[in-house]
């Protein structure tokens, strides 16, 4: 579908072994969690007030997604990574949170704090443009359906998403990975810098 980016999660806990007697492929293998997961933009959002609360409310007429600040997203890999540490949270019964999808929020956050980590990475009452990422079915395809609600949902335009630093805030993202004293501050540097926070967060 026209303006959806793919953002694959590979298996961390049942690696595809090719000389296995199976035929499914990586994609199709069991791994306890989606595949894929499918980034949406939406920018010139005017109801983000409302919804944050269906959100908050856990409202059933919100699908199954992620919505997250595009501010604080420098690339895939990053949102990548953050729910690959999520359904490995959940693989080990090590959530911090309550579900899967908020846990892919808090994975985002360089913070402990669950509350701090929902208000930086996700809506805020004023946002105007939103990352929603949606899980794939299980055949690893999109969802039309999901769609098609979110569309109807989100007062504002679907937008390409390729290119995810381009409504990344620098400076915000900077302070908010305490990265303002690297000394190579290309987008690639940050980026291995912030992938490799998400990885070893409550580790180090």
């Known amino acids: 579908m026209e303006n ?22 990586p994609a199709e293998a069991k791994n306890g969690h989606p595949s894929v997961f499918y980034a949406l933009l ?9 919804l944050k609360a269906k959100v908050i409310a856990g409202d059933p007429e919100l699908p199954q997604c992620v919505m997250v600040n595009p501010a604080l997203v420098l690339s895939s890999f990053q949102l990548q990574t953050a729910c690959s540490r999520a359904y490995m949270n959940q693989a080990q019964n090590n ?6 999808l908020s846990e892919i929020l ?6 402990l704090n669950i509350a701090e980590s929902m208000k930086l ?18 055949d690893a395809s999109v969802d039309e359906t999901t769609i098609n609600k979110l569309k109807n949902l989100v007062q ?16 915000l993202l900077k302070k908010v990975y305490k990265l303002n004293d690297a000394v190579d501050q290309s987008n690639t540097v940050l980026e291995d810098l912030i992938v490799g926070g ?3 967060k409550g580790f180090l």
Do not use: R
Not at 13 to 20: K, S, V
Not at 95 to 100: G, H, Q, W, Y
Not at 129 to 136: D, H, K, N, Q, T
């Open 4 to 25: 959806i980016t793919q953002i694959p999660v590979p298996s961390l806990f049942n690696p595809y072994d090719p000389n296995a007697a199976s035929t499914e492929t």
């Open 42 to 50: 939406f920018q010139n959002v005017s109801n983000a007030k409302e």
């Open 95 to 100: 959530m911090k949170t309550k579900t899967i």
């Open 106 to 111: 808090f994975s985002l956050s360089p913070s």
């Open 121 to 138: 990475f996700g809506l805020s009452d004023n946002s105007n443009s939103i990352f929603v990422l949606v899980p794939s079915a299980d």
């Open 156 to 171: 504002g335009d679907l937008s390409p998403a390729h290119s995810f630093s381009d409504l990344t805030d620098l400076k």
């Open 198 to 200: 998400i990885a070893t």
